[in-house]
T-cell receptor, first 116, second 114 residues
Framework: NAGVTQTPKFQVLKTGQSMTLQCAQD?????MSWYRQDPGMGLRLIHY???????DQGEVPNGYNVSRSTTEDFPLRLLSAAPSQTSVYFC???????????????FGQGTRLTVV | KQEVTQIPAALSVPEGENLVLNCSFT??????LQWFRQDPGKGLTSLLL?????REQTSGRLNASLDKSSGRSTLYIAASQPGDSATYLC?????????????FGAGTQVVVTP
């Protein structure tokens, strides 16, 4: 059971470049989410999804896009990378009851992104 | 807006001592609360999940309590070991409309010295 898999683990981008961070889970979880973790800021929610075709914004959505075409995958797209997006990105999934995450969350190992 | 605070930000104890980690939240209308462990350069590992109707959960040397009325949760780790050195984060699940969201504290960095 692989759990939550994120790729790539490390990435360096130039300002203005775009890229997609991949996230896949094999637990048939409805709820998936993306966070960024910055020193002294804790984890902040970027976007989340409660099922295929349903997404919503979190705390810091600007500069990021998401879509959810399947239960398993929830990619995060950076449209035009900026140095302020240098961070560690985590994807998480959990099961839901009525659209609310009511079981424990499982996290991927993270993607360390540097924008120069 | 829900605020989640973890105090202290860092803690160092000798091996064998019990650890007490605190998590406070400002809005008592939480759905549940989860404690995580994060090792340097790694992802988050779930330790304990407490449903809003529960007052505590136990797993091995770990015990977490939840007092919604006072907006507090405490994680106890008995007889600490050097392998317990990590950052511990708490997260509350808050309900907004039809959906729920995790709100994290900034974490407590723990060092257990041999």
């Amino acid at each position: 059971n692989a759990g939550v898999t994120q790729t790539p683990k490390f990435q360096v981008l130039k300002t203005g470049q775009s890229m997609t961070l991949q996230c896949a889970q094999d637990m048939n979880h409805e709820y998936m989410s993306w966070y960024r973790q910055d020193p002294g800021m804790g984890l902040r929610l970027i976007h989340y999804s409660v099922g295929a075709g349903i997404t919503d914004q979190g705390e810091v959505p600007n500069g990021y896009n998401v879509s959810r075409s399947t239960t398993e995958d929830f990619p995060l797209r950076l449209l035009s990378a900026a140095p302020s997006q240098t961070s560690v990105y985590f994807c998480a999934s959990s099961s839901t009851g009525g659209g609310r995450p009511n079981t424990e969350a499982f996290f991927g190992q993270g993607t360390r992104l540097t924008v120069v | 807006k829900q605020e989640v605070t973890q105090i202290p930000a860092a803690l160092s104890v000798p091996e064998g001592e019990n650890l007490v980690l605190n998590c406070s939240f400002t809005d008592s209308a939480i759905y549940n609360l989860q404690w995580f462990r994060q090792d340097p350069g790694k992802g988050l590992t779930s330790l304990l999940l407490i449903q809003s109707s529960q007052r505590e959960q136990t797993s091995g040397r770990l015990n977490a309590s939840l007092d919604k009325s006072s907006g507090r949760s405490t994680l106890y780790i008995a007889a600490s070991q050097p392998g317990d050195s990590a950052t511990y984060l708490c997260a509350v699940i808050i309900v907004r409309g039809s959906w729920g969201k995790f709100q994290f504290g900034a974490g407590t960095q723990v060092v257990v010295t041999p």
